[in-house]
């Protein structure tokens, strides 16, 4: 890891003027606290010291990146292009200055300036541009491709406000509107030049032009401007610096001169209001009936901006339009930016004069499509007057998709209706709706699950008909995370450990972590490793101190559960445990137990009702447990407010164990599992995503397997399942959910949680009693394996020497070799 600026200067005038070196440094964050900041030492606050320095780093980006996007333009090379609404790049000046490799100048620069480089760090607001999962992959995805050198680009919407702020009061969730652009952003470089016009509303006419060819015009009622704001994406310790390209959307100044000089001044501002109102802000997930309008908007929107913008790139490059697929190959990150499959050939048809069959052969040719998820209410769908009445032109055109479609589904399966209505973009089953998973399916070359399970369960399940037909197309393709940030930039102390250990190289080659096998055992080895968990486990101590006010022991195993709360991902499963747990020392003092430190961490979209109700009983118990004498020393539960990237650099690092507990079936990958194996944290977990290639990678025998299988879940939920027959059985049970009902957690409120008991107790959609059993059973065998040091660290140390496959990197490769026929340039 140690730092080598000399193969980093690309030239010696870069040298001169933006030397890696300290005093370089030094001398340019001076400079730049008076010239971009406008104040002098004595009277800088610790914000503009932040400034100064990322205006620093960014300026020894600047050339790696002007160099990266001219030798794209020049070679004859494909370029992946990542479409995504959502990325959750997390805060940058720490990470830019590992994969600069200047940390260390970066920290001797600014004490010789009387400040401290991690608590400027620790300033920078987080960009929170997306949810959870999906997003943060992107990111990590970004990081692979510019450390890779593959010639990439990401896309994306500039969002004013990202995902919510979480406060937490009176135990409820309360959302804060994120204001992450207030104090500027020194990564952002605003492009007013580039920017695309998108249309919106109106109608549209054919007409033949004046080559006697049949065209369409779309006369839209509105149109909004698109523009360019890049963030630079260095690769680490390499010369690459890729692009994240994402757009902020602008009034269309024609149009408000137009309305203002026919005297309609207030017209104009409206117009002007609701175009600057599409990339204001990130819609939470799980929100099926809200914001609809706008929503599908911004979706239209970046497609359209992207790829108007990548075949101005073609432009550039001098190559004709036949040649597009072969120049540009989009990944469709779910099917928010589906849209595309209609708007390329929008673009190819209308724009520049293309027949049908040579448009949709350069646009399914350039599209792929990942499924994130198989949960039915998260696959999008959009009724059909919404959509005619904002995209007319791109519904033509998706009729005319299905229309040639289905012809090829009644050719092959002649006489098969019910296929050709199961096959069709558009559900007629109700009101009628267009199946955005069918559009992205039918409109590329290649459809990928994230992990194997997911990938399986996709072709026999959601895409089913679609495996049959293009069985060639279906691919899996297992997530991954970036080594850099969630290990090497998270866990410092860790990665000094395994620098010295198996070499440099495991951070651009994450299989070497192989190389701690051989010390798995080894006594005075094992005595480092549990030094190093336990300080990142006083750092984490610290934050949650001084976040909820609660002291926490860091001897205790750490138990911990962070993502997005969710029914399926079953905070509340672990949440009757902890209840069990609490009931269990509350009878019987004296029990060998060893003590446990619950920590959980996620937000919950804001129209979820149930989600929120879980974080009030986490938080329930919280409070009664913390506020017990008896349980000091023995149990202590918290929720950690606000879980975003910048708190999970210092929550994986300080995990003992790792809740994966989502039903089988229902998790698509799962990617916080990866992270926390990296840092050495042991899986408690079903058999779901990529669980089970965790497993399959850390060996049985290191992993805390409980639970239904998918295909078990599948079985129970068709056969009828009685949640009340589980709750009868199991008496520890029983009095958990009996002790929740009765206002114990709810300050004597017995209304509180009622939804949630009755829930469980009818439905439990997502089998939380069915698997209460078992899950119980294996926490007890962790609590054993915790006891005995050895061996637990021993489990701890072959967990991340194993997780060499779920490094990005690995992922990245496989898109590149198995969709995108792409490989580096470097
Ligand atoms: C998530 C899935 O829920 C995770 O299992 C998966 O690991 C990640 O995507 C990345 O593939 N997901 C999400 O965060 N948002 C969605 N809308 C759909 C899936």
């Known amino acids: 890891m140690a730092a080598n600026p000399t193969t980093r200067v690309p030239g010696g005038a870069e040298a001169a003027r933006h030397g890696l070196d300290a005093e370089s440094l030094q001398r340019d964050v001076l400079d730049n606290l008076v010239s971009l900041q406008a104040r002098y030492p004595a009277i800088a606050t610790p914000h503009d010291w932040y400034m100064a320095l990322s205006y620093s780093v960014r300026d020894r980006l600047l050339l790696r990146w002007v160099d990266t996007v001219q030798r794209y333009a020049a070679a004859d090379v494909r370029v992946a292009c990542y479409l995504s609404a959502e990325f959750l790049i997390g805060p940058q000046l720490g990470n830019n200055l590992l994969n600069l490799g200047i940390e260390a100048q970066a920290r001797a620069a600014m004490l010789a300036l009387g400040q401290d480089l991690d608590t400027v760090i620790a300033l920078e607001e987080e960009p929170g541009l997306g949810n959870g999962g999906l997003g943060r992959l992107a990111a990590c995805y970004l990081d692979s491709l510019a450390t890779l050198q593959m010639p990439a680009l990401g896309y994306g919407i500039r969002y004013e406000f990202g995902i919510f702020r979480q406060a937490i009061r009176d135990g409820w969730q309360v959302e804060e509107t994120d204001k992450w652009l207030q104090k500027g952003n020194p990564w952002e470089i605003v492009r007013p030049d580039v920017a695309y016009y998108v249309n919106f509303g109106g109608h549209t006419q054919s007409a033949t032009d004046a080559e006697g060819r049949f065209r369409v015009r779309w006369t839209a009622a509105n149109q909004v401007k698109g ?56 819609y939470p997930n799980d929100e099926p009936e809200m914001g609809k309008r706008l929503r599908l908007a911004q979706q239209y929107f970046f497609v359209s901006c992207s790829l108007q913008d990548m075949l101005r790139l073609l432009e550039l490059k001098g190559e004709p339009i036949e040649r597009f697929a072969d120049m540009f190959v989009a990944q469709l990150n779910d099917t928010h930016p589906s849209i595309a499959v209609a708007e390329l050939m929008r673009l190819l048809l209308d724009e520049r004069g293309l027949q049908w069959e040579q448009a949709w052969d350069i646009t399914r040719r350039t599209l792929a499509y990942t499924n994130h998820t198989l949960l039915p209410e998260a696959l999008e769908t959009w009724g059909l007057p919404l959509f005619r009445s904002l995209l007319p032109r791109p519904l033509e055109i998706i009729y005319e998709i299905n229309r040639r479609f289905l012809d090829e589904v009644r050719q092959r399966h002649p006489g098969d209706e019910s296929r050709v209505a199961r096959m069709s973009l558009i559900d007629e089953s109700g009101d009628r709706r267009i199946r955005m998973a069918h559009l992205a399916t039918v409109g590329s070359h290649a459809v990928n699950g994230v992990a194997a399970l997911h990938s399986s369960l996709l072709r026999e399940t959601v895409l089913r008909d679609f495996a049959e037909l293009w069985p060639e197309r279906f691919h899996n393709v297992t997530n991954g995370v970036t080594p850099r940030r969630f290990l090497a930039l998270c866990n410092p102390g860790l990665a000094r450990l395994l620098d010295e250990t198996v070499g440099e190289g495991w951070i651009a080659d994450l299989t070497r972590l192989r190389g701690l096998e051989a010390h798995a055992d080894d006594a005075a080895f094992q005595r480092r490793w549990r030094a190093i968990k336990h300080a990142n486990k006083e750092v984490l101590a610290q934050h949650i101190q001084s976040a909820t006010g609660v002291v926490v022991d860091p001897r205790a195993l750490f138990d911990i559960q962070v993502k997005r709360i969710h029914e399926y991902k079953r905070q509340h499963l672990n949440a009757l445990y902890m209840v069990a747990l609490y009931q269990r020392l509350r009878r019987e003092p004296q029990l060998a137990l060893a003590p446990r430190c619950f920590v959980f961490g996620g937000k919950a979209a804001p129209g979820y009702a149930m989600a929120k109700l879980i974080i009030r009983l986490i938080n329930g118990i919280a409070e009664v447990v913390n506020n017990d004498p008896a349980m000091e020393g023995r149990l202590k539960v918290i929720f950690f407010p606000n879980f975003n990237v910048k708190s999970a650099h210092h929550i994986y690092p300080a995990a003992d164990l790792s809740e994966q507990i989502s039903t089988a079936g229902k998790e698509a990958s799962g990617t916080g599992n990866m992270k926390f194996m990296m840092n050495g944290a042991l899986t408690i977990g079903t058999l779901d995503g990529a669980n089970v290639e965790i497993r399959e990678e850390a060996g049985a025998e290191n992993f805390f397997l409980f639970g239904l299988r998918a295909q078990d879940v599948e079985r129970l939920q068709r056969e009828g399942y009685r949640p009340a027959d589980h709750v009868a059985a199991h008496d520890e049970l029983r009095e958990a959910l009996d002790l929740i009902a009765s206002g114990h957690f709810s300050r004597g409120e017995s209304e509180v949680f009622r939804p949630l008991v009755e829930n469980l107790m009818q439905w439990d959609h997502f089998l939380a009693l069915a698997d209460y059993a078992d899950y119980a059973a294996c926490q007890a065998r962790v609590d054993a394996a915790w006891q005995d040091p050895a061996g637990w660290t021993r489990m701890s140390i072959l967990n991340t020497a194993r997780s060499g496959k779920f490094s990005s990197d690995r992922a990245i490769r496989e898109y590149g070799d198995r969709i995108w026929s792409l490989a580096p340039i470097g």
């Open 227 to 282: 523009v360019a704001c890049d963030t630079p994406v260095p690769g680490y310790r390499v010369e690459t610096c890729n692009t994240l390209r994402l757009w902020k959307s602008e009034a269309v100044e024609s149009f408000d001169l137009a309305d203002f000089n026919v005297g309609d001044y207030y017209g104009a501002v409206q117009e002007k209001v609701i175009s600057e109102t599409l990339s204001k802000v990130l």
